[in-house]
């Protein structure tokens, strides 16, 4: 039987499709020409002023510092509540799971505003502690929902095979549990991190002085200013974001032989 | 163990970036709030020396988000440089401080035929205007011949298709008001309605009426003609040395972005000076050449070098400054322009 050909031309298209914008911006990255208009020759200037540029470097250390920072305490607590929901079942259990769920669906401009009325009311200065409590709010819920997912896999037996051979509590979790389980914590951690990194909508409402991240400057850049600046820093931030994707999927697809 | 001493490692970097960032002695910040590459950065450092402080600039891409986060209650801005219409806003709201203009002596530079002419705020009573941009008309010298500084160019025929208009109601409407010789704030309906009559006429040469992709249109020859912000056309000619701009003798519409200080301002003294900093005629005429935008500076103006005053990207000439209007929130007469512009843009 002749195989349709339908799926390889659709799968190619979307492919194009997808990625043929992040080619040309790539290439444009390099060109002299301040629009893209037409090809004015190769250059890395504006790779220059990008490191140059002051605004650009604040605003990568404040990524950095809120994206790892972030990253870590939402998966610490992603971690906890996944095991939480998926170790007990109580009306409390399925309360959890709704808010755990939540950021998930809200749409960020409500969770970015409601975050701001909040902190305004705690009287809770704007600065990078806001930014990373905002991040570790959404991200936490991709954590558990990454790691529950793992869990659902998850053979109990091999706990009470640890316990019964005298095993501590302690010792369960550090020298089974975790490791059991660490593909799916990497790779919610990861999930994290890039979208900590690519955040906009929260970070501009609850960024406070000196602590505005590089979405947020460069949003600023695409209006006003020097807007080919942006290209290299994409392909820079593209590179490192695919990076962590391509590292989190491999995490993923280890299984626990 | 090793995943142990990772995480270890991890949050003693993070211990390590916290501690980094708070060390050193307490300097005084100006938390500066305003657009992207707005301020030439040797001043800034220039100011931080002379006031042994930090400048922290902080970027927002439109008013009505900087208004949105503000009014949220956001807090710690020192100096905001919102434009003349949303610091009225501001102003209206208590937002944003009464200037005391006794502590910004440079004050005395403000061009006063923008202040009695054309700034809401003539009295500087709460915001020193900052800089000047104009919306004006951009062309191509290579593809075209016998430009006439007028509006008029868009009912020429021979450029039909190649030419666009911004698709914006009150600044496109105001560029046929100007033609015809009305003021752009007009309330009149019958000059409203000429108005779009007369844009309706020159909509058959247009392309489109385009408020984004203008900007690499004309820099890749695909547009001859094109109505634009003076800044988005500064980008394009550093790139294109064919692309010309020109203010219509007409007139044409201007805005100011003006420096203001928010009422929980907590170092205004230091904004104050920095605004006096900025003011200071030799400070002005090295920001305008690195913004390209033009600071409504009389001490400043016969500082700059002749390219710039000879450049109407950025230099207005008196004479033509008196016809530019500011474009003023018209309240509820604003209806009669919807009215209009209905018309116009389903017009065939």
């Known amino acids: ?9 659709a799968t190619t298209l979307i492919l194009v499709f997808l990625y043929l914008p992040i080619l040309v911006l790539f290439a444009q990255s390099f060109n002299d020409a301040r ?3 037409s090809w004015n020759g190769f250059t890395l200037k504006w790779y220059k002023l990008l490191f140059e540029h002051r605004g650009v470097i604040t605003a990568t250390e404040n990524t950095l510092i809120v994206a790892v920072t972030a990253t870590l305490l939402s998966t610490v607590l992603g971690t906890l509540a996944a095991w939480a929901l998926h170790r007990f079942q109580s009306r409390m259990q399925k309360v959890h799971q709704v808010l755990i769920y939540g950021p998930l669906v809200v749409p960020d401009i409500l969770m970015g505003i409601s975050l701001l009325l909040l902190f305004v009311n705690l009287s809770v200065p704007l600065g990078l502690g806001t930014v990373i409590v905002a991040h570790s709010t959404f991200g936490l819920s991709y954590v558990a929902f990454v790691v529950l997912g793992r869990l659902q896999e998850f053979d109990h037996s091999l706990l009470d095979a640890a316990r019964d051979l005298g095993a501590g509590s302690w010792t369960t979790l550090w020298r089974v549990l975790l490791p059991l389980l660490w593909p799916g914590i990497a790779a919610g951690a990861l999930l994290a991190f890039t979208l900590s990194l690519d955040d906009f909508v929260i970070t501009f409402f609850v960024a406070g002085p ?3 991240t590089l979405p947020v400057q460069v949003y600023g850049m695409m209006k006003h200013g020097q807007p080919a600046l942006i290209n290299a820093l994409s392909v820079l931030f593209m590179s490192a974001t695919f990076g962590i994707v391509l590292a989190s999927q491999f995490l993923l697809r280890k299984r626990y032989d | 163990m090793k995943k142990r001493t990772l995480l270890g490692g991890a949050i003693a970097l993070i211990i390590a970036l916290f501690a980094l960032n708070a060390c050193g002695p307490a300097k005084r ?3 500066l709030y305003t657009w992207s590459d707005y301020i030439d950065p040797e001043l800034v450092k220039a100011f931080e020396e002379q006031y042994d402080c930090r400048v922290i600039i902080d970027t927002f891409d439109s008013n009505e ?3 949105a986060k503000l009014k949220a209650g956001a807090k710690g801005y020192d100096l905001l440089v919102p434009t003349s219409y949303m610091a009225e806003v501001l102003y209206k709201e208590k937002m944003i401080r009464e200037l005391d203009l006794a502590q910004i002596p440079n004050a005395k530079y403000i061009d006063k035929n923008y202040l009695d002419g054309k700034a809401f705020d003539k009295t500087m009573a709460y ?3 900052y800089m000047i941009g104009t919306t004006g008309v951009a062309y191509r010298d ?3 011949e016998d430009v006439e500084d007028s509006w008029a160019i868009f009912g020429r025929e021979d450029l039909k298709g190649r030419m666009t208009m911004l698709n914006d109601m009150r600044e496109t409407l105001g560029a046929a008001l100007k033609y015809l010789g009305y003021s752009l704030n007009t309330t009149d309906e019958t000059q409203i309605s000429a108005a779009g009559d007369q844009i309706i006429k020159w909509k058959a040469n247009l392309a489109k009426f385009e408020n984004e992709q203008y900007k690499s249109g004309i820099a890749s020859g695909e547009f001859y003609v094109v109505q634009g912000y003076s800044g988005d056309i500064l980008q394009v000619q550093e790139e294109s040395e064919n692309v010309v701009y020109m203010l219509p003798k007409e007139g044409f519409a201007i805005a100011c972005d003006d420096m203001v200080i928010p009422t929980d301002a907590t170092d205004a003294d ?16 090295r920001n305008v050449e690195y913004v390209y935008y033009l600071c409504p500076n009389t001490g400043a103006y016969q500082l700059l070098p002749e390219e710039i005053k000879e450049d109407p990207a950025v230099f207005i000439p008196e004479d033509l400054l008196d016809k530019a209007e500011t474009i003023r929130d018209l309240g509820p007469d604003n209806q009669k322009y919807i009215q209009v512009w209905d018309r116009v843009k389903s017009a065939n």
């Open chain 2, 127 to 129: 915001s020193v205007p």
């Open chain 1, 1 to 9: 039987m002749k195989r349709s050909r339908f799926p390889f031309v």
């Open chain 2, 142 to 144: 290579d593809k075209i």
């Open chain 1, 35 to 37: 629009f893209g208009g």
């Open chain 1, 210 to 212: 000196g602590s505005s």
């Open chain 2, 29 to 31: 910040d100006l938390n």
């Open chain 2, 65 to 67: 988000a900087m208004y």
């Open chain 2, 270 to 285: 230091l904004a104050y000076a920095f605004i006096n900093f900025v003011q200071n005629p030799e400070n002005a005429a």
